[in-house]
């Protein structure tokens, strides 16, 4: 439960360095990240974002840089309004010590986003656009312009993204039950 009694529905579950964890919260309407201590205690981290209560979160990473990166799948409602190829509103927060702020919008339902092990590119599964993104990634956490690494084709929705000790991408795709490996 957070504080004023909403429930919590955690689905972006990050360990960041100092042993704490992360959540991104899938609320029903609204969302967010909240951190919990050792001791069990939930505390927000971020709700807002711009001037506006952020909407149901999907993903939480924090980066070996401390910068916690942030995905918002989309503003619909229902969320399912947005599983769909022509809908592109889900955007990207990165929260640093000098504040938060939106650094990606108009993707195609923003799922997993992480820096690349070199940190010069942000990559970022788009599920509902099928497609694998990424962004140059600049010192001060700004991103260049999108490019699309791979497009999938029916049936597959990028989800989840990791990279192995090689620096390849692996990606989950839930619906059609696979693991994808991009070179």
Do not use: M
């Not at 429930?7 to 919260?25: E, K, M, Q, V, Y």
């Amino acid at each position: 439960e957070l504080p004023g009694g909403r429930p919590l529905r955690p689905n972006g579950i990050a360990l960041r360095s100092d042993g704490t964890f992360l959540l991104a919260d899938l609320g029903e309407t609204l969302g967010g990240v909240y951190e919990i201590d050792r001791a069990g205690g939930v505390q927000p981290l971020l709700e807002r974002v711009d001037g506006c209560d952020l909407p149901p979160t999907n993903f939480v990473h924090e980066d070996r840089w401390r910068r916690v990166w942030i995905t918002v799948s989309t503003t619909c409602r229902p969320r399912a309004a947005a599983y769909r190829t022509d809908v592109a509103d889900g955007f990207i927060v990165l929260l640093t010590d000098a504040g938060a702020r939106i650094v990606a919008d108009g993707l195609g339902y923003t799922n997993e986003a992480l820096p690349s092990p070199d940190g010069r590119w942000l990559y970022v599964n788009e599920t509902f656009g099928r497609r694998l993104s990424r962004f140059p990634l600049r010192a001060d956490g700004s991103l260049g312009a999108k490019q699309v690494v791979t497009s999938f084709g029916a049936g597959t929705f990028p989800d989840g993204l990791c990279f192995d000790e090689g620096g390849d991408i692996w990606i989950t795709s839930i619906v059609s039950n696979r693991v994808i490996r991009v070179a």
